[in-house]
Structures are given as C-alpha cells and as structure tokens.
C-alpha cells in the first residue's frame, strides 16, 4: 500500500495514461454515442444558453447538439483535472528538495506546463487531432490550482510546525 503514496508512480502513471490517450484518434476516444443514449432533455433548458467561440469553433447547441456540448465540456474538464493532480503532484515530489518553496512552486507549475505543450505536440502528429493552444492554456490553469492548493497546504503545515518548535502556541 506504501507504493500508492509515491507521488513518482502517480506522475508515471499520468504521463503513460496522457501518452496513450493524445496517440488515439478522436473518433477512437468519442464518447458522443453513448451519451445520445440518455435522456438530456432535463439540460436542455441550460444548455441552450451556451454559445462561445474555441478554437475558432462554435460551441453551442445547435452547433454540436446536446450529447456533442456535453462531451465539449467533460473532455475540457479532463484536461484541467488532469493538469490539477499533476501540478499538486509535482509540488509533492519537489518538496523532498531543499530547494526554496517559491521555486518549488514555480518550477511545478513550468513542468507540468512543460508536459502540457508536449502532450498537445503529440497529438498534432496523431490523425483526427489538433494541437490546440487553448488547451494547453486550460492545462496550465488546472496545474496552477493544483500547484496553489498543495503548495499552500505544505507551506501551512510547515509554519505551523515552526511555530510549535518556536515555542508558540497553536490554537486549534
């Protein structure tokens, strides 16, 4: 069980599962299909409000229909997910260094954006995908919220426990 809480393993496994998914083709990956099968009648309504231009591309309704619009937006908040958990990851492999936590933190969020321009790279060479950098910029939005969110939590912690070892007294 010790080897689930290596944050190496999980960059890894990350790393293969964005390789793996930028090398298969769009119409491989779609997901269009199985969400036609349920009733999105209900989201309708709020979704007919929806319409911005990605990519050059209009996302709406009467552009993608309702199960294409909800794929749109599940695949984007893969990519900021994704980006998030390794952002939050590289924060917790660099803190094993002793290098300063601002660099700590700014050097995270540059690999992970480093990955994010390479998987998009890699999907430019793979058929039916684009790079697109309107991607890359919602990875490097997720890897920062990750990057803040842990990078703020370690450095909490390590206050708080300097503050113990000065003599002060936590309240709790």
Same mark, same amino acid.
């Given at each position: 069980?010790?080897?689930?809480?290596?944050?190496?393993?999980?960059?890894?496994? =990350?790393?293969?599962?964005?390789?793996? #998914?930028?090398?298969?083709?769009? #119409?491989?990956? #779609? =997901?269009?299909?199985? +969400?036609?099968? !349920? $009733?999105?009648?209900? /989201?309708?309504?709020?979704?007919?409000?929806?319409?911005?231009?990605?990519?050059?591309?209009?996302?709406?309704?009467?552009?993608?229909?309702? /199960?294409?619009? =909800?794929? !749109?937006?599940?695949?984007?908040?893969?990519?900021?997910?994704? !980006?998030?958990?390794?952002?939050?990851?590289?924060?917790?492999?660099?803190?094993? @260094? $002793? =290098?300063?936590? *601002?660099?700590?933190? +700014?050097?995270?969020?540059?690999? /992970? $954006?480093?990955?994010?321009?390479?998987?998009?790279?890699?999907?430019?060479? @793979?058929?039916?995908?684009?790079?697109?950098?309107?991607?890359?910029?919602?990875?490097?939005?997720?890897?920062?919220? *990750?990057?803040?969110?842990?990078?703020?939590?370690?450095?909490?912690?390590?206050?708080?426990?300097?503050?113990?070892?000065? *003599?002060?007294? /936590? +309240?709790?």
């Amino acid at each position: 069980m010790r080897l689930l809480k290596n944050e190496f393993i999980w960059i890894a496994l =990350i790393l293969i599962g964005l390789f793996f #998914s930028s090398a298969t083709p769009y #119409s491989d990956q #779609s =997901i269009v299909s199985p +969400l036609e099968r !349920f $009733n999105w009648s209900w /989201a309708e309504p709020t979704l007919a409000n929806v319409q911005f231009d990605y990519a050059g591309k209009e996302i709406s309704l009467d552009a993608l229909g309702t /199960a294409g619009l =909800i794929e !749109f937006f599940m695949r984007k908040a893969a990519h900021v997910v994704t !980006f998030l958990v390794l952002g939050a990851l590289f924060v917790k492999a660099i803190s094993r @260094t $002793n =290098i300063h936590a *601002g660099l700590n933190l +700014l050097f995270a969020w540059s690999l /992970a $954006n480093t990955v994010a321009i390479f998987d998009e790279y890699h999907q430019s060479v @793979t058929p039916e995908r684009t790079a697109l950098l309107q991607d890359v910029l919602l990875d490097s939005v997720g890897a920062a919220v *990750g990057v803040v969110l842990v990078g703020g939590f370690i450095l909490w912690r390590l206050r708080r426990k300097h503050a113990k070892k000065s *003599g002060y007294v /936590a +309240l709790r």
